[in-house]
């Protein structure tokens, strides 16, 4: 038995002893120096401890450590960057204040950063070149009413918005990537920049321009 969590040796695929034990779904993992941190629906860990979509398990043992913030919906996706945790879901409160979408967390105290680039849907997708933070997800505007449809860019430490700005047509950007100066998308839409591109696309890291990049998915 394995609730939601599990580690199997990345040889064999044999099972190994750690077991975080969460009582609901794991969306997102992240290890980190010695620790894993795991985004989810669920609301309790090692089998009855009160966790709030978030928590944080020692990547030897598996126990649950103290490191306890809390959100009032599903985290979809995590990373992490100088001592921070950025998180993305479907969440509009963390420690039970008011961030939509989208916070940052320290990653030692669990206290809520004033990092809050206040999107007005969904964030799946979180990735990150120097000091930006990709985001992908159901919004269509951040930072209060900005547009930006489907994908933003924000700085990794003010959260202030970013010129950054391709569109994309319908459903959601649920997956981005980063590899030299192009990001690259999935999700279900099927234009970006008024331009036929199939639930995957590129574009330039800096300026948002559509590559010629097209795997073109039905």
Do not use: C, H
Request: net charge neutral; aromatic share 8%; no cysteine.
């Amino acid at each position: 038995t394995r609730n939601r969590a599990a580690a199997v040796d990345a040889s064999s695929g044999a099972l190994l002893s750690w077991n975080p034990n969460v009582n609901g779904s794991v969306n997102s993992i992240r290890v980190t120096g010695a620790m894993t941190y795991l985004g989810g629906s669920f609301s309790s860990g090692n089998g009855g401890a009160a966790r709030g979509k978030i928590a944080a398990i020692d990547l030897a043992t598996g126990s649950l450590l103290p490191w306890n913030p809390s959100f009032n919906f599903n985290v979809n996706v995590l990373t992490a960057a100088n001592s921070t945790i950025y998180v993305g879901g479907d969440f509009t409160l963390a420690q039970a204040l008011p961030r939509n979408f989208a916070a940052a967390i320290d990653a030692n105290s669990g206290a809520l950063t004033a990092w809050d680039p206040n999107l007005n849907g969904a964030a799946r997708s979180l990735a990150m070149l120097g000091s930006t933070i990709y985001l992908g997800g159901s919004f269509t505007t951040a930072n209060g009413g900005v547009v930006r449809n489907r994908a933003a860019a924000v700085d990794l430490l003010s959260g202030s918005l970013l010129g950054w700005n391709p569109s994309f047509n319908a459903n959601q950007v649920g997956a981005i990537a980063v590899a030299g100066s192009t990001v690259y998308l999935g999700g279900g839409f099927t234009e970006v920049n008024g331009v036929t591109r199939n639930r995957a696309a590129s574009v330039d890291a800096t300026t948002g321009v559509l590559t010629t990049w097209d795997p073109d998915l039905n």
